[in-house]
C-alpha cells in the first residue's frame, strides 16, 4: 500500500502564477482534506473533498480552489500567487468523512518568489 | 471556536528521561483528540487519539495521552526519551459531534533529545 502520495515534492513559482498540486489518497480512502503548513506553525484546513463536491473549508480566499475526481484523487489549485502563499501544503486521506481516521503524505513544498 | 495551545514551543531532555509535551484545547462541544508528530522534511504521522473512549491513550513507540476534561488538557507523555523521538509534535482538536469536522492543530512544540 503506497499510502497517500502527493506530487510534486517541491515547487518553486513566482508571484502571480498559478500553481496545481497533486494527491493520490490511501487505497480504499474516498476523502480528502487539504491543509497549508507555513514555517514555524501548525497545519491549517484548506478545504475538504468528498464524492467529487467541497464539503467544507476553511479560512482561505477564493484564489485557493480544489477538485477530486472520480477515482477520489484531488487537485488543489492556487491562481495569483502570493509570497505569503510559501508553505509545505498536505493532504490527507480518509474514508467515509471520518476525520479520525485520516492518513498526512508528504506533502509538496511551495515557495514563491 | 475550537483551539489548541502547545505550551513550550521547544522542549530539551536527556535521553532516558521523562517526555511532557502539553496541550490544551478549547472546545464549546465533547472533542475528539490527537497527537501527530513531524519528522523533517515529512508529513505528519498520527501517534494516538482519543475519541471518548477510555481517557488514557497509549500509541505509538511508547507515547500516551491522558483527557482530562476538567482541565481541558490531554498531554503526552513518554517515560524515557530515545535519540529518535526528536521531532516536531502537534496537538489536535475535532468536534466529537461531527465525524468529518476539520482539524484544528496547535502551533507545535518541537522536541530535542540530548546523549
Known amino acids: 500500500d503506497a499510502g497517500v502520495t502527493q506530487s510534486p515534492t517541491h515547487l518553486i513559482k513566482t508571484r502571480g502564477q498559478q500553481v496545481t498540486l497533486r494527491c493520490s489518497p490511501k487505497s480504499g480512502h474516498d476523502t480528502v482534506s487539504w491543509y497549508q503548513q507555513a514555517l514555524g506553525q501548525g497545519p491549517q484546513f484548506i478545504f475538504q473533498?468528498?464524492?467529487?463536491?467541497?464539503?467544507q473549508r476553511g479560512n482561505f480566499p477564493d484564489r485557493f480552489s480544489g477538485h477530486q475526481f472520480p477515482n477520489y484523487s484531488s487537485e488543489l489549485n492556487v491562481n495569483a500567487l502570493l509570497l505569503g502563499d510559501s508553505a509545505l501544503y498536505l493532504c490527507?486521506?480518509?474514508?467515509?468523512?471520518?476525520?479520525?481516521?485520516?492518513?498526512f503524505g508528504q506533502g509538496t513544498r511551495l515557495t514563491v518568489v | 471556536a475550537q483551539s489548541v495551545t502547545q505550551l513550550g514551543s521547544h522542549v530539551s531532555v536527556s535521553e532516558g528521561a521523562l517526555v511532557l509535551l502539553r496541550c490544551n484545547y478549547s472546545?464549546?462541544?465533547?472533542?475528539?483528540l490527537f497527537w501527530y508528530v513531524q519528522y523533517p522534511n515529512q508529513g505528519l504521522q498520527l501517534l494516538l487519539k482519543?475519541?471518548?473512549?477510555?481517557?488514557l491513550v497509549k500509541g505509538i513507540n511508547g507515547f500516551e495521552a491522558e483527557f482530562k476534561k476538567s482541565e481541558t488538557s490531554f498531554h503526552l507523555t513518554k517515560p524515557s526519551a530515545h535519540m529518535s523521538d526528536a521531532a516536531e509534535y502537534f496537538c489536535a482538536v475535532s468536534d466529537a459531534g461531527v465525524n468529518s469536522d476539520k482539524l484544528i492543530f496547535g502551533p507545535g512544540t518541537r522536541l530535542q533529545v540530548f546523549p
Open positions: 482519543y475519541t471518548s473512549a477510555a481517557t
Open positions: 472546545s464549546s462541544v465533547p472533542p475528539y
Open positions: 473533498y468528498y464524492e467529487e463536491e467541497e464539503r
Open positions: 490527507a486521506s480518509s474514508f467515509n468523512l471520518l476525520n479520525t481516521e485520516a492518513f
